[in-house]
């Protein structure tokens, strides 16, 4: 008996491949395309236009311009479908569909915002022509006056000061809220993640008339811009604390566990690892954020109010921001108002663009990138301890050979 154990074992413990027929196809190629792809490609392409013109112009009693594309679409799709069967599997199929989808849906989204951007230059692009439509105000221009008297920059001073106020209480109050939800948790921090979740759908004008009961007739007894930034914060403090709140939880925990191994405290472990990691995905957020509140107009038109004049004191009457004027531009019937709000909306856009691209700047290095001044300044401390290992390992030889002379 002991001789068949001894026998069996090796055969159990013993691992063999088994024998298979099947044979392995050939690489799909899933980025990039051939010349083949790119004439299926351009044949459905022309097919599904050939045949839409067909049906619209000959065989059926269609109209309309979305019916057309919508149509088109279609036959476009299941004609390169059919062209990729033809010399293709299955599997090529659903690729290249998938592929065209999604690039169909990159097309329409840009396409829309390009088709934004142009629409209000070209409507705005008389008043942006003249330069004091950045330096002067309105509070001596009318609806009757053309476009060289008149101009924004009490708006644009205003929406800075009003985005500034908010970002300052938005950021820490946001931040630190999603913070408290990961790195504390507990039964109260569910009651504020359900809190934030109802507070991202709450309607602008519900914020505005909020602050407007609460602090201008309770506290102020005045529009302001500051009751304007308060309101503005209240639109973008849960935009901010989700999005924070979804980038914390992607920070691996094996690095606040290192971290902790090491003895360090959770506020260091919080502000030296956590947040340097996520800094990119914060700044994100923050960009949400101030997208949400820059562009609000019926909360500001409560608590700011409307004025024609310079004002740059945030605590004491009235102070307009720039999407405000635009609505109180376009619905003028004067064609130069018309035409000072499209411009003002193109100022809008160029403004937001700003701040986008300086927040991209600040914060959208990864983690554990460093600049060129980081990267200098890294080698300039790494050569100081070399520096400093070498004058020890030189005092400790020297007071070793003294030693030895001495005995």
Not at 62 to 84: D, E, K, N, Q, R
Not at 93 to 99: S, W
Not at 182 to 197: H, L
Not at 325 to 348: H, I, K, W
Request: net charge positive.
């Amino acid at each position: 008996m002991t001789k068949t154990l001894s026998d069996s074992s090796p055969s159990a413990q013993s691992t063999t491949r088994p024998e298979t027929d099947v044979s392995i196809g050939p690489r799909r190629q899933l980025h990039g395309s051939t010349a083949g792809q790119r004439f299926n490609l351009l044949g459905a392409l022309c097919g599904g236009a050939a045949l839409t013109f067909l049906l619209f112009g000959w065989f059926a009693p269609f109209s309309g311009t979305f019916g057309w594309v919508v149509v088109a679409f279609g036959a476009f799709l299941g004609l390169y479908a059919l062209l990729i069967w033809m010399d293709g599997t299955k599997h090529d199929v659903e690729d290249r569909l998938a592929t065209a989808l999604f690039t169909t849906c990159g097309v329409v989204l840009f396409g829309a915002l390009g088709f934004i951007v142009v629409y209000t230059l070209s409507r705005g692009v008389s008043a942006l022509a003249h330069a004091n439509f950045f330096t002067d105000t309105m509070e001596f221009a009318g609806p009757l006056d053309p476009l060289t008297t008149g101009g924004i920059a009490h708006a644009v001073v205003g929406t800075l000061i009003q985005i500034s106020i908010a970002l300052v209480i938005t950021i820490p109050l946001g931040i630190g809220t999603a913070v408290f939800l990961n790195e504390v948790g507990g039964r109260f921090a569910r009651f504020v993640r359900t809190v934030s979740d109802a507070m991202t759908a709450l309607p602008s004008i519900v914020a505005g008339l909020f602050v407007y009961a609460a602090v201008i007739q309770g506290v102020t007894h005045e529009r302001s811009g500051f009751a304007a930034s308060i309101a503005i914060s209240v639109m973008m403090l849960p935009i901010v604390v989700r999005s924070a709140d979804v980038v914390l939880r992607l920070v691996p925990a094996n690095l606040r566990e290192a971290s902790y191994a090491l003895g360090s405290s959770r506020w260091h472990t919080v502000w030296s690892v956590v947040l340097p990691t996520a800094r990119s995905g914060l700044v994100t957020a923050v960009i949400l954020g101030t997208a949400r509140g820059i562009g609000e107009t019926s909360p500001v038109l409560l608590t700011s109010g409307v004025t024609a004049a310079m004002n740059t004191n945030p605590f004491s009457g009235p102070m307009i921001s720039l999407p405000l004027q635009v609505f109180d531009f376009v619905r003028s019937p004067e064609p130069t108002m018309v035409a000072r709000g499209f411009g003002t909306a193109a100022v809008l856009l160029l403004l937001v663009l700003t701040l986008f691209a300086v927040a991209r700047i600040l914060g959208g290095r990864p983690a554990g990138e460093l600049s060129a001044r980081q990267h200098r300044a890294v080698l300039a401390a790494s050569a100081r301890d070399w520096r400093r290992f070498a004058a020890r390992l030189a005092a400790g030889v020297a007071d070793q050979n003294q030693a030895e002379e001495s005995q």
